[in-house]
T-cell receptor
Framework: EAQVTQNPRYLITVTGKKLTVTCSQNMNHEYMSWYRQDPGLGLRQIYYSMNVEVTDKGDVPEGYKVSRKEKRNFPLILESPSPNQTSLYFC?????????????FGPGTRLTVT | RKEVEQDPGPFNVPEGATVAFNCTYSNSASQSFFWYRQDCRKEPKLLMSVYSSGNEDGRFTAQLNRASQYISLLIRDSKLSDSATYLCVVNEKTSYDKVIFGPGTSLSVIP
């Protein structure tokens, strides 16, 4: 089954404790992206990757890191989480770029930072 | 002005009603347009792409007006299963492929 998976689905952590949210897709997509979704603000792009070893900032990259060592995986790293990073996070993938292409989303990771 | 704006909602309509959602975007250079559907606490899923000539998929009709920078989604004969949040999505080709989501409009179809 073609899908994007994220882990963990739910996470409660404390300020400053490094964490990683994993994202994996089995569709051989080149493009992957991370979004956060907050009430009233919609989904906002954090980072995206056009291919292996190619990553770039989206609209809200502060406080986040990513890596793309393999085509299928695109982990999101919070080196020192803060309460304002409490949010619902989605990973997405697409074939050959976003423009005109459908994005496939993972099920989401609900993060709470206390 | 926000890059992509949508009707604030929520829309509460009876089964069988016709409902229309509107979306405006600020960048005239925007290239691709979509409507996504998001069920409560679930991931967004593509509902339909929006083409300049307008397009229809069953009970759903999407239209694009580039001159007015306006996108619409019409749902006819609403079903209970149409209850969801509808997201307007715009792609811009700037220095990278930028994807902008609208805040969404919530729809509840009532028996």
């Amino acid at each position: 089954e073609a899908q994007v998976t994220q882990n963990p689905r739910y996470l409660i952590t404390v300020t400053g404790k490094k964490l990683t949210v994993t994202c994996s897709q089995n569709m051989n997509h080149e493009y992957m992206s991370w979004y956060r979704q907050d009430p009233g603000l919609g989904l906002r792009q954090i980072y995206y990757s056009m291919n292996v070893e190619v990553t770039d900032k989206g609209d809200v990259p502060e406080g986040y890191k990513v890596s793309r060592k393999e085509k299928r995986n695109f982990p999101l790293i919070l080196e020192s989480p803060s309460p304002n990073q409490t949010s619902l996070y989605f990973c997405a993938s697409s074939n050959q770029g976003w423009t005109g292409r459908e994005q496939y989303f993972g099920p989401g990771t609900r993060l709470t930072v206390t | 002005r926000k890059e992509v704006e949508q009707d604030p909602g929520p829309f509460n309509v009876p089964e069988g009603a016709t409902v229309a959602f509107n979306c405006t975007y600020s960048n005239s250079a925007s290239q691709s347009f979509f409507w996504y559907r998001q069920d409560c606490r679930k991931e967004p899923k593509l509902l339909m792409s929006v083409y300049s000539s307008g397009n229809e998929d069953g009970r759903f009709t999407a239209q694009l007006n580039r001159a007015s920078q306006y996108i619409s989604l019409l749902i006819r004969d609403s079903k209970l299963s149409d209850s969801a949040t509808y997201l307007c999505v715009v792609n811009e080709k700037t220095s990278y492929d930028k994807v902008i989501f609208g805040p969404g409009t919530s729809l509840s179809v009532i028996p």
